[in-house]
């Protein structure tokens, strides 16, 4: 004797609802799969990010979740265990991050530079001085007013070792023609544009900002202004909830030929923002 369609009914509901929920689960795993990257204002402002997470996703179904901060903030994040990933620009914090055991590898990502900008009047006369330091050596000899991020991001971090190399101290002319923005890169641009003043910023987010801002480059190049970023792993031995293994696939594809090639062909106006510098032989898989 078969069963009614009311008896049928009966049977094939629970069924049914039972998949559904399974389904449910099963895209709530997968679609509940996200990286907590701590990173630095300068790739989020220049809008690194926006170019490459969409390809990371859309090949690995991997959410990251951008905290985008001063590369000491950054590191203080990851320390606390709120971040799987560290990517910032300071190797000698990042590498001091590794040997404390709060990361478990460290490596070269890409880089660009630092560039000091000014008023188009130039009322310090750095404009091809040709050295970083001495063109600093000058703001402070003529008192021209300097926003300082003042955050202890990797840009003020650079910063300050650049007015050590100039035999300056500007803490003590703090508030007067020193000012310290306590901000990111956008926010102390677009102050140093309305005081007229001079400031040290990454080449990346200059060139996003520039058409917006009344300042000029005024000094490029030398091994000073030269400006690393790496990538670092937080320990899962330190912060055992970290989400080890999907930071590592992130690390792996933005270090693999297929994420230097992405950070590669990221332009503004036919000019890369980041030339990418990851040893590949070094930074492969461990198994």
Same mark, same amino acid.
């Not at 069924?15 to 989020?44: H, I, K, M, P, Y």
């Not at 956008?186 to 544009?193: E, I, K, P, R």
């Given at each position: 004797m078969k069963p009614d369609g009311r008896i049928r009914g009966r049977i094939l509901r629970p069924l049914a609802l039972l998949a559904l929920a399974l389904l449910l689960v099963a895209f709530g795993a997968r679609a509940g799969e996200f990286v907590t990257v701590a990173s630095t204002t300068s790739t989020q402002n220049a809008g690194l990010f926006d170019h490459l997470l969409p390809l990371f996703e859309a090949e690995t179904g991997i959410e990251v979740r951008v905290v985008a901060v001063g590369t000491g903030q950054a590191l203080r994040l990851a320390r606390n265990g709120d971040a799987d990933l560290v990517l910032v620009h300071d190797r000698p914090s990042e590498e001091a991050f590794v040997a404390e055991g709060y990361g478990s590898a460290r490596f070269d990502l890409m880089y660009n530079d630092f560039v000091l900008v000014g008023p188009a009047a130039d009322p310090a006369g750095i404009d091809g001085t040709g050295d970083a330091a001495a063109a600093l050596a000058r703001i402070a000899a003529a008192k021209a007013p300097f926003v300082s991020r003042g955050d202890d991001s990797g840009t003020h971090r650079r910063e300050r070792a650049l007015w050590a190399a100039a035999g300056v101290d500007p803490s003590g002319a703090s508030g007067t023609w020193y000012r310290e923005a306590g901000q990111g890169m956008g926010a102390t641009l677009n102050a140093a544009s309305m005081m007229e003043a001079y400031t040290l910023t990454d080449r990346g987010t200059w060139l996003k900002m520039r058409g917006r801002l009344d300042l000029r480059l005024l000094e490029e190049g030398g091994d000073g202004l030269r400006n690393q970023y790496g990538v670092t792993l937080v320990s899962p031995e330190?912060?055992?909830?970290?989400?080890?293994? /999907?930071?590592?696939?992130? =690390?792996? #594809?933005?270090?693999?030929?297929?994420?230097?090639?992405?950070?590669?062909?990221?332009?503004?106006?036919?000019?890369? /923002?980041?030339?990418?510098? =990851?040893? #590949?032989?070094r930074a492969a898989p461990s198994g």
């Amino acid at each position: 004797m078969k069963p009614d369609g009311r008896i049928r009914g009966r049977i094939l509901r629970p069924l049914a609802l039972l998949a559904l929920a399974l389904l449910l689960v099963a895209f709530g795993a997968r679609a509940g799969e996200f990286v907590t990257v701590a990173s630095t204002t300068s790739t989020q402002n220049a809008g690194l990010f926006d170019h490459l997470l969409p390809l990371f996703e859309a090949e690995t179904g991997i959410e990251v979740r951008v905290v985008a901060v001063g590369t000491g903030q950054a590191l203080r994040l990851a320390r606390n265990g709120d971040a799987d990933l560290v990517l910032v620009h300071d190797r000698p914090s990042e590498e001091a991050f590794v040997a404390e055991g709060y990361g478990s590898a460290r490596f070269d990502l890409m880089y660009n530079d630092f560039v000091l900008v000014g008023p188009a009047a130039d009322p310090a006369g750095i404009d091809g001085t040709g050295d970083a330091a001495a063109a600093l050596a000058r703001i402070a000899a003529a008192k021209a007013p300097f926003v300082s991020r003042g955050d202890d991001s990797g840009t003020h971090r650079r910063e300050r070792a650049l007015w050590a190399a100039a035999g300056v101290d500007p803490s003590g002319a703090s508030g007067t023609w020193y000012r310290e923005a306590g901000q990111g890169m956008g926010a102390t641009l677009n102050a140093a544009s309305m005081m007229e003043a001079y400031t040290l910023t990454d080449r990346g987010t200059w060139l996003k900002m520039r058409g917006r801002l009344d300042l000029r480059l005024l000094e490029e190049g030398g091994d000073g202004l030269r400006n690393q970023y790496g990538v670092t792993l937080v320990s899962p031995e330190r912060h055992s909830h970290v989400k080890a293994a /999907l930071a590592r696939r992130f =690390a792996e #594809w933005l270090l693999s030929p297929a994420g230097q090639a992405a950070i590669d062909a990221f332009t503004i106006d036919g000019e890369r /923002l980041f030339i990418p510098n =990851a040893d #590949w032989t070094r930074a492969a898989p461990s198994g």
